[in-house]
């Protein structure tokens, strides 16, 4: 069984930064592939990014954060991040961090078994 717990969200004003972390535990955290979804009120559960087990050589992106989020793994701490730069008002949502036992990068929600319980990252104009 694999816990994962979130960490980083908070307030911040359009254009900050913020990184939100994610740590997993479980001795088999490198080969997990590992991503991040959000939700915002009133609407559905969107894929953010995603990074593949392993060596974590394969990302993808959502098009409304590409170029302005990073995913990245740390397999020594059994930790994954997501650096969020240039924020905007719509990017407020719950963070969700999830992760598969396969190696591969999904970016279905269906296809992650483990989930965190969220961060609230909110975004003021």
């Known amino acids: 069984q694999v816990q994962l717990v979130e960490s980083g969200g908070g307030l911040v004003q359009a254009g900050d930064s913020l990184r939100l972390s994610c740590a997993a535990s479980g001795r088999t955290f490198s080969g997990y592939a590992m991503g991040w979804f959000r939700q915002a009120p009133g609407k559905e559960r969107e894929f953010v990014g995603s990074?593949?087990?392993?060596?974590?050589?394969?990302?993808y992106y959502a098009n409304s954060v590409k170029g302005r989020f990073t995913i990245s793994r740390d397999n020594a701490k059994n930790t994954v991040y997501l650096q969020m730069n240039n924020l905007k008002p719509e990017d407020t949502a719950v963070y969700y961090c999830?992760?598969?036992?396969?190696?591969?990068?999904?970016?279905?929600?269906?296809?992650?078994?483990?989930w965190g319980q969220g961060t609230q990252v909110t975004v003021s104009s």
């Open positions: 990074i593949s087990g392993s060596g974590g050589g394969v990302t």
């Open positions: 999830v992760g598969t036992s396969s190696t591969v990068p999904y970016t279905s929600p269906f296809r992650y078994n483990y």
